[in-house]
């Protein structure tokens, strides 16, 4: 019986959908639902699960689409017996399948394992057409993508990820035995499925039922058991304290520098809910950062200690990585937890703020979660891959691109949660959150990417713009045209975006009664350049688009706002902390609690840059660098004995070099005394683990 031609043609692209689909799934669960499990750190988040959403759509339409063309070149094959004409059809779509991946291995770059990994596509190939049964019986594995699918991915998967270090003339034939095992499952595989397909149980609403139900679950099910096993981490309360102590929560927006946010006066008016939260809260102008590298920032935050005695910080060329915060200095997180607080730590950085480098100490909870990419470098034989290269221009490639680390919206949604269980106790709580959106690449979610003009997508490939910060900052090159805008314009939107999720936070903090007995600090590690002075990125240098950082203070029980203008440091958050919470002050302390800046108005604060990304010393790389503040003074000095000096309150960009002219005595010899007296520590040497190495390259921070 001839089948219609309408009929023939959407039968054909029903094929299409179901197998392009079904590969989509199988290739879902080798680049993402597997890791996700094995590596139970691995989270989804917002961003990757639209990115997943549409690449199964894309993958879809495109199924369709395909499906389609078959049905169309296959029009004079009507007049087979509709179990013909569709066991006809699976062979060829499949084989479609087939000879798209083929045709992506054979588009890469030219390497043993490429040559390798082409060697199992014609065998499964030539198992499609010669293992597809006859009509009426089962189609083998013309009928099985999900198999197919399989065996090319698979083996793909072991030449690429597992064949490195292994010789060109072993791979092709290790390739051969793996394509052969492969085949030899997937028969064993049909033979099974043949006795379930032969028996009345299996329909076409059967068939559709466990495609949807096994989508579904590769989809949605790591995700979730990724979820239960957070829960399942979440520490249990402590007993309660006989005193209610105040709530202390330091927040960290990483690489955010005051100078691009609306409430220090930015034109861009991007802080909109901080800007609320300073009805009630204490704004201070003239903060610096006690390091420009997150590790040593950080490091300072927690032990109220200036770099050069805690001692995590870059040298090279024995510590290219930087050295842990040693084992046994006092942190805030141990110093409130034998004062009886719960402290818990969430960070969306995940190369310096982790376990390894010594700055969770004392924590009793931690969550650094690793973003699960679903597009890689080393998966470039997948062809989402080559999906994301032809939608890489698109506003949608965001979603799936691999994201350094998750978004604000993750960190605050675990907040949330972790609030929601722990907030009802009388056990206080130290809470530590890091917001990484304002860290290069600057990922954030529509409309923030576009909320600013300035975007150009010819700066939109983080392994070109990483070449390109190399060639700036240790290269001496200039900052292309139109670079700027575009970093700017992408900065100031992901702060944005923060701020967005930290308003999400107050506004919680409020709605389960915490706001009004809590200490909320909000701050930056370090500042950004945008090819300031011919730079890019950060620890570059320690003139003010570095050091200069935000500090917003709401204290418990505040019900006004203020401004203070004082110099302040990173190594005062402690101090204050201590004091707010009724904690004895630590008199080997060298910073000032906040509260009492008015007590030290001529102090002097040091700044401390320990190596840069450069691992050379030149004048783009000069070692070793201070900065020292007093008043609006600011002296710069750097190891290899270069000076300058600026008057901040008339020239706040920096521009006129003062010393020639007038020699900073005071300030060099309050240097001398500073590195003098000062106690040094060090810290072992940080084991090399390769994938921190490569996580810290991936953001420039080891060349």
């Known amino acids: ?49 639209r990115g997943t959403l549409i690449l199964f759509l894309c ?59 082409l060697v199992a596509v014609p065998l499964v190939a030539a198992a499609v057409i010669f293992n597809a049964g006859k009509a009426g019986s089962h189609p083998g594995l013309s009928g099985s993508p999900a198999i197919v699918a399989g065996v090319l991915i698979l083996t793909a998967r072991l030449v690429f990820v597992n064949g490195r270090g292994i010789p060109a003339w072993l791979l092709a034939p290790l390739t051969l035995l793996a394509a052969l095992a492969s085949l030899l499952v997937a028969v064993m595989a049909i033979s099974l499925a043949f006795r379930v397909r032969s028996s009345n149980l299996w329909s076409p609403v059967l068939e559709r039922g466990m495609i949807a139900a096994t989508v579904t679950g590769l989809v949605f ?89 805690h001692g995590a910080y870059k040298q090279f060329p024995d510590y290219p990585m930087g050295r842990p915060l040693p084992r046994g200095i006092p942190t ?124 150009d997508d010819r700066f939109h490939g983080a392994d070109e713009e990483a070449y390109l910060r190399t060639r700036v900052d240790c290269g001496g090159e200039p900052v292309p045209s139109g670079y700027q805008a575009h970093a700017e314009s992408q900065y100031d939107g992901a702060i944005a975006f923060i701020d967005l999720k930290i308003g999400e936070l107050i506004q919680h903090l409020k709605q389960v009664g915490l706001f009004d007995r809590t200490m909320i600090v909000i701050t930056s590690d370090h500042g950004e350049a945008f090819g300031d002075r011919g730079y890019l990125g950060h620890n570059v240098s320690v003139y003010q688009d570095q050091v200069h950082v935000p500090l917003i203070v709401k204290y418990p029980g505040s019900r006004g706002s203020s401004r203070v203008d004082h110099l302040a440091s990173h190594i005062d958050l402690l101090p204050t902390i201590l004091e707010v919470a009724g904690l004895a002050p630590r008199p080997d302390l060298p910073g000032v609690s906040l509260l009492r ?74 240097l001398r005394d500073w590195i003098r007296v000062t106690p040094r520590l060090s810290a072992a040497q940080q084991p090399v683990n390769l994938e921190q190495m490569k996580r810290l390259r991936s953001l420039g921070y080891v060349q």
């Open 1 to 49: 019986m001839k089948i219609e031609r309408r009929s023939a043609f959407l039968h054909s692209a029903v094929n299409g959908l179901n197998i392009w689909v079904w590969y989509a799934a199988v290739e879902y669960l080798f680049s993402t639902a597997a890791p996700m499990l094995i590596h139970r750190d691995k989270v989804l988040d917002a961003a990757r699960w």
């Open 59 to 117: 993958y879809a339409i495109w199924g369709m689409f395909v499906g389609l063309l078959a049905g169309i070149s296959m029009d004079g094959a009507r007049d087979l017996p509709l179990a013909e004409f569709d066991r006809r059809n699976r062979k060829l779509l499949i084989l479609l399948v087939v000879a798209a991946f083929g045709i992506n291995l054979a588009l890469l770059p030219a390497q043993p394992s490429k040559v390798a990994a």
């Open 221 to 309: 099910g790591p995700g979730a058991v990724s979820s239960i096993y957070a829960g399942i981490r979440t520490p249990s309360p402590h007993p309660n304290t006989a005193m209610p102590l105040p709530n202390v929560i330091l927040i960290s927006m990483d690489t955010v520098r005051a100078d691009h946010m609306g409430i220090y006066g930015y034109a861009r008016r991007n802080t909109p809910n901080l800007q609320e939260l300073l009805k009630e809260s204490s704004l201070y102008t003239n903060v610096v950062a006690a390091s420009t590298l997150t590790l040593t920032s950080h490091a300072s935050m927690f032990s109220g200690l200036y770099p050069q005695s």
């Open 332 to 455: 805030i997180a141990s110093i409130l937890g034998s004062a009886g607080y719960r402290s818990m730590a969430l960070s969306a950085n995940l190369w310096y703020l982790v376990p390894e480098w010594g700055l969770l100490q004392g924590f009793d909870y931690s969550w650094t979660p690793v973003p699960m990419p679903l597009v890689e470098a080393n998966h470039a034989y997948l062809l989402r891959s080559r999906l994301h290269q032809l939608l890489r221009d698109q506003p949608i490639s965001g979603d799936f691109y691999s994201s350094p680390a998750v978004d604000a919206g993750t960190i605050t949604r675990r907040v949330t949660t972790l609030l929601d269980r722990f907030g009802g106790q009388q056990t206080p709580f130290f809470l530590f959150l890091n917001y990484m959106d304002a860290h290069w690449p600057y990922h954030s979610p529509a409309p923030f990417g576009t909320a600013y003009p300035g975007r």
């Open 597 to 670: 800046l008015d007590s030290k108005p001529d102090r002097v604060i040091f700044s401390e840059r320990h190596y840069g990304p450069c691992q050379v010393r030149s004048a783009r790389s000069p070692g070793v660098q201070y900065a020292l503040f007093q008043g609006a003074s600011k002296m710069i000095s750097s190891s290899l004995g270069v000076r300058e000096l600026y008057d901040l309150a008339n020239d706040p960009d920096e521009k006129t070099d003062l010393y020639q002219t007038a020699p900073p005595l005071a300030l060099e010899s309050a």
